[in-house]
C-alpha cells in the first residue's frame, strides 16, 4: 500500500545550502532525523554480524514498540520502496517485477520491493538489506499488504504472522474489533515473535516503549497543529513527509525519537514567533499565498520537482490526510502504557486508511474549517486503490460541505513512467486561478 | 442445445433474468406479499441465510456487465479502477436498485470495501453495511470476532423487518441453503464428468439465476437443468479440460466464457460467484446457527485471493485440488484489468502449477470487453498446445 514516511538521506531531502541555507535549529532536528533514519539502515546492514534477527512490517498499524520487545531490526519496506523512489532506482526495479510476472495493473511499492529483492539483499542506501526473518502482516486499511507479504513468503520462505485489524465501515471502532485486536496479539502475534526471536515478552519493557511514543505523539501533533498559523511555518504535507519519518517507522518509542520531537517542536515553535513560513529545498518559502488541504500520498520519484510546483506559486498545504496514515495523533490518539494491548490495538484500528469515506470527508472538511484552508487537492495514485477508490465522490461531497474549490490530480508512488510534470503543473496553476478567482469573488460578495 | 427442448427452456429463463437489469424478478418477488424485503450483496460471501431467515430475498450484485452503458458511474472513478463498482453505482444512481433495501459490501479488497462508504453517502436511506469476514481461522480468536459480526447483521436484520431472527428461522435457512450447494455441487460434478452436456455458458447462467431467485426456486431449477440436460445427448468433442481462476469478482462478458468453449476448451471448475459454494459442505442445522456458519467459514470453506493462506504451503492448493478432483489439464487465468487480489495472487498460483507440471494461460477483461477474437485465438492456442503436447 501506499502509505509511508521518508528518510532526509537524499539530496532532497536537505535545504540546498547553495541557494538558501536554512536556520541553523531547523538544520538541526533534519540532521538528527537524518541520522536516525540512516542508523536503522546500518542496524539493519549489520544485524546478521551482529546476531539479531530482522522483521518487517508495514506503517499503518505498525507495532514498533512491540517489535523492539523482541530486539529485532526493523525494516519497513514502504519506506524501502519511497526511499528507492526517490534514489531513481525504483523505475528499473518495477520493470524487473513485471518481467517477473506481475501485473502493469498492481501496486509500485509491492513490485519496487520485490524488484529490489530480486536484485539481492542490498537496501536501498546501497548496504545490505538481510531479508527478514519474519514478515509481520499488519493489515491495516489495505488488501495489497496481505499479497505482498504472501508473495515474499512464497518467494523466500519468510515466515508471516498476520494481524488482521478489521475495517471501521460503521465510522468507529467497535468493542468488538478492540478485542479481536487484542487477542490475536495475545494468542497469535506474541507467541510467534517470542519463538522466531527467542526472547521473552515483558509487558513492562513495552510499556516503557509506550510512554516515550505518547510524549512524542504529542509534540508532533503540537508542529503538525503548528500549521493552522498564519503563516504557517511548516508545510503539512511535503514537510509533513519529514516529521513523521521517525514516528511512523522504527523510532516510535526510542528516547531518540522523543528527543527528535522536543527540538523540532521548539524550531517550528520558534518560527512561529518569528513569523517565518516553511523551509523548502530552496529555501525560506515566499509570501504564502495559498493555503491547501492535501489527499493521498506523495509522488516520489519526482518528489522535489512537485513540491516545487507549489511553493513557487506560494501555495503551502497547512494540512494532509497522508501524514496521518501512520496515526490519527491530532484527533487524541496517544499510546496509553497502562492498558498496552489495548492501546496498540486502538493505534491499529485508527489509521486514517482504516477510516470509512463518510469519516474521511468529515476529517477533510474538519482540516478546511480548522486550519483556514483555501481548498482541497487530491493526488490520486495509480498504485493505492484503499486511497484512491472513492477520492472523486470525496471531492464532491467537501466541494459541497464547504463551499471550498477541489481539484484532482494524477500521479503513481514510485513508478516514474505514471508522473507527468507538465500535466500536473498545467492542473496546479489552473487550480490556483481558481482559488484566486473565488477568493476575489467572495471578498466582492462581503462588500 | 436444441431450442425447444426443457434444459434450452430453462437456459432461457436463466437468459432471460441475467440480459434484466431493471431487476423485475426481485419486483415481482416483494410485490408478490407486501412488505418483503432484498438485500443486495457484492461478491465474494456473505452468509446469505441471515437474510433469507429474517424473510428477506437476498440479491447478488455483480456489477452491470456489458449491456449496461456507464454514464455516471464512470464520474466516480479513475481509469485506474476496475469496472465492477462504476457499473454498480450506474446502477444505483440510475434507480435499478431501487428495489433493494439494503446492500452489503464484503470484505473483498479495498475498491469494494471503499464503495460501501460511498455507498452510504449516496444512498442514505437505505440499510448498508461493510461485511468484515475474519483472515485469523482459530475459533477462540477469529471465530469469535465473526459471530460477533454475524450477530450484528442478524440484530440488523432483524431490526429492519420489525422482528428479531430467531435460531430456528436460521436453522431451517441453513438447511435450505444446505441444500442449495448439494444442488451446485451436483452441477458442477455433472459438468465435470459431461461437460458436453452442461457447457459452462449455461452454468454460468444457472448461477447467476441464484443470485436473484429465492434459494427454494433455484435449487429446484438447478436440478432441472440437470435432469433435462442429461435427457438429450449432445456431441462431445475432444476439447481440453480447463480450469477458470481470477473471476471471482467483477465477471466476465458471457461472450467471453463462450468463446473460450469455442476455441476448444471445456471449462470443468472456475470460481464464478463462489458464494454459491464458499461453504464446502453442510452447515449442521441442529446447533447454535451463528456458531455452525462461523465454524464452517473458518475450517471449510473455499480458498480464493481475498483470503489469507497462513501457510506457504497452502498457496495453490485449493487449485491444484481443483485440477486434480476435475480431471482437468490446464487453467486459464482471467482476471479483471485493475483486480488487484485476482492479479497479486496470480504468480504464486502460476509457480504452483509449474512445480507441478500444469499448463496455463493468461489473460485479463473487463466486464464490457466486446473484442473476443484475440482471446479466442489464445484461449484455442492454449488448448491446442495441451492436446497437442501434454501427452507426450
Not at chain 1, 126 to 155: A, Q
Not at chain 1, 247 to 255: E, L, N, Q, S, V
Request: aromatic share 10%; net charge negative; charged share 25%.
Amino acid at each position: 500500500m501506499n502509505t509511508n514516511t521518508v528518510a532526509t538521506s537524499t539530496a532532497a531531502a536537505r535545504p540546498a545550502p547553495a541557494k538558501a541555507k536554512p536556520v541553523v535549529q531547523k538544520e538541526d532536528a533534519m540532521w538528527l532525523q537524518k541520522e536516525l533514519i540512516n542508523r536503522n539502515y546500518m542496524e539493519l546492514a549489520t544485524a546478521r554480524a551482529d546476531n539479531r534477527k530482522v522483521s518487517a512490517t508495514f506503517v499503518p498499524g505498525n507495532l514498533n514498540e512491540l517489535l523492539m520487545c523482541f530486539d529485532f531490526a526493523r525494516s519497513l519496506p514502504e519506506t524501502n520502496a519511497l526511499q528507492n523512489g526517490m534514489r531513481k532506482k525504483s523505475g528499473k526495479f518495477i520493470m524487473d517485477a513485471e518481467r517477473d510476472g506481475h501485473s502493469e495493473d498492481v501496486c509500485t511499492y509491492v513490485k519496487s520491493d520485490l524488484g529490489m529483492m530480486m536484485g539481492g539483499e542490498i537496501g536501498p542506501t546501497g548496504d545490505p538489506l538481510p531479508t527478514p526473518d519474519v514478515l509481520l502482516l499488519s493489515y491495516t486499511g489495505c488488501f495489497t499488504f496481505m499479497k505482498w507479504f504472501e508473495l515474499i513468503r512464497h518467494k523466500y520462505g519468510t515466515e508471516t504472522v498476520m494481524l488482521h485489524v478489521p475495517y471501521q465501515g460503521e465510522g468507529k471502532i467497535a468493542p468488538n474489533m478492540r478485542d479481536y485486536v487484542v487477542r490475536q496479539l495475545k494468542e497469535t502475534v506474541i507467541p510467534t515473535l517470542e519463538r522466531i526471536s527467542g526472547v521473552k515478552f515483558d509487558i513492562d519493557r513495552l510499556r516503557q516503549y509506550m510512554r516515550e511514543s505518547a510524549k512524542a505523539e504529542e509534540d508532533l501533533v503540537a508542529v503538525l497543529q503548528s500549521a493552522k498559523n498564519r503563516p504557517s511555518p511548516i508545510d503539512g504535507y511535503f514537510g509533513a513527509v519529514y516529521y513523521i519519518g521517525p514516528i511512523f517507522t522504527a523510532f516510535r518509542g526510542t528516547p531518540e525519537a522523543t528527543e527528535y520531537y522536543r527540538m523540532l517542536r521548539g524550531e517550528i515553535e520558534q518560527r512561529i514567533r518569528e513569523g517565518k513560513g516553511p523551509v523548502t529545498p530552496d529555501g525560506e518559502m515566499g509570501e504564502e499565498k495559498y493555503r491547501l488541504i492535501v489527499e493521498g500520498p506523495p509522488n516520489w520519484t519526482s518528489f522535489r520537482d512537485f513540491w516545487r510546483m507549489f511553493y513557487e506559486e506560494g501555495a503551502v498545504v497547512v494540512s494532509s490526510t497522508y501524514a496521518k496514515v501512520g496515526g490519527l495523533y491530532d484527533f487524541g490518539f496517544r499510546h496509553d502504557p497502562e492498558n498496552p494491548l489495548e492501546s496498540l490495538a486502538e493505534y491499529c484500528l485508527g489509521c486514517y486508511t482504516n477510516l470509512n469515506l463518510p469519516s474521511r470527508i468529515d476529517m477533510i472538511c474538519k482540516y478546511i474549517d480548522e486550519y483556514q484552508a483555501d481548498g482541497l487537492l487530491i493526488n490520486s495514485i495509480k498504485s493505492c486503490n484503499s486511497f484512491s477508490a472513492g477520492q472523486l465522490l470525496i471531492l464532491r461531497e467537501v466541494e459541497k460541505r464547504t463551499g471550498k474549490p477541489a481539484a484532482f490530480i494524477e500521479t503513481d508512488l514510485v513508478d516514474p513512467r505514471y508522473f507527468s510534470a507538465a500535466n500536473v503543473k498545467n492542473r496546479l496553476e489552473s487550480y490556483f486561478q481558481m482559488v484566486k478567482q473565488k477568493r476575489s469573488a467572495a471578498l466582492a460578495g462581503a462588500h | 442445445m436444441d431450442s425447444g427442448t426443457p434444459a434450452a427452456a430453462i437456459v432461457e429463463r436463466c437468459q432471460a433474468l441475467f440480459d434484466d437489469l431493471d431487476f423485475n424478478a426481485v419486483k415481482q418477488w416483494k410485490a408478490a406479499q407486501p412488505g418483503r424485503k432484498a438485500i443486495g450483496y457484492m461478491p465474494i460471501y456473505v452468509p446469505r441465510e441471515l437474510i433469507h431467515a429474517a424473510g428477506m430475498l437476498p440479491v447478488g450484485i455483480l456489477g452491470g456487465g456489458d449491456a449496461l452503458e456507464v454514464i455516471q458511474g464512470d464520474a466516480y472513478y479513475q481509469s485506474y479502477i476496475c469496472r465492477i463498482p462504476r457499473s454498480t453505482i450506474e446502477l444505483g444512481l440510475t434507480g435499478r436498485l431501487d428495489s433493494l433495501d439494503g446492500m452489503l459490501f464484503p470484505s473483498i479488497c479495498d475498491v469494494i470495501r471503499n464503495l460501501s462508504g460511498m455507498w452510504q453517502i449516496l444512498f442514505k436511506d437505505k440499510y448498508v453495511r461493510y461485511f468484515d469476514v475474519p483472515q485469523n481461522y482459530e475459533d477462540e480468536v477469529g471465530g469469535r470476532f465473526y459471530v460477533q459480526e454475524l450477530e450484528v447483521l442478524r440484530e440488523d436484520l432483524g431490526r429492519l423487518r420489525g422482528k428479531p431472527i430467531t435460531d430456528d428461522e436460521l436453522n431451517a435457512s441453513i438447511a435450505l441453503y444446505n441444500d442449495n450447494r448439494a444442488a451446485i455441487r451436483e452441477l458442477y460434478a455433472y459438468r465435470s464428468d459431461k461437460p458436453w452436456q452442461a457447457p459452462t455458458s449455461e452454468v454460468y447462467l444457472l448461477l447467476r439465476a441464484g443470485m436473484v431467485l429465492p434459494p427454494e426456486d433455484h435449487t429446484t431449477l438447478v436440478r432441472d437443468y440437470i435432469a433435462a440436460t442429461d435427457r438429450v445427448a449432445r456431441p462431445k468433442r475432444d476439447n481440453a479440460r480447463v480450469v477458470i481462476n481470477g473471476s471471482f469478482c467483477e465477471q466476465p462478458p458471457l461472450g467471453l466464457i463462450k468463446s473460450i468453449e469455442m476455441s476448444g476448451c471445456y471449462i470443468v471448475d472456475d470460481d464464478f460467484m463462489l458464494v454459491t459454494r464458499w461453504l464446502l459442505d453442510d452447515v449442521p442445522a441442529d446447533a447454535s446457527p451463528l456458531d455452525e456458519l462461523s465454524k464452517a467459514f473458518l475450517h471449510r470453506s473455499a480458498s480464493t485471493a481475498a483470503k489469507y493462506d497462513t501457510k506457504r504451503e497452502e498457496k495453490g492448493v485449493f487449485l491444484m485440488k481443483q485440477v486434480k478432483t476435475r480431471a482437468a489439464e490446464g487453467v486459464v487465468f482471467a482476471a479483471p484489468s485493475f483486480c488487484d487480489p485476482a492479479l497479486l495472487e496470480r504468480p504464486m498460483l502460476q509457480d504452483v502449477l509449474a512445480k507441478h507440471g500444469v499448463p496455463y494461460t493468461a489473460f485479463k477483461y473487463a466486464e464490457n470487453t466486446g473484442q473476443m477474437a484475440p482471446i479466442r485465438e489464445q484461449a484455442g492456442t492454449f488448448a491446442d498446445s495441451i492436446k497437442l503436447w501434454s501427452a507426450a
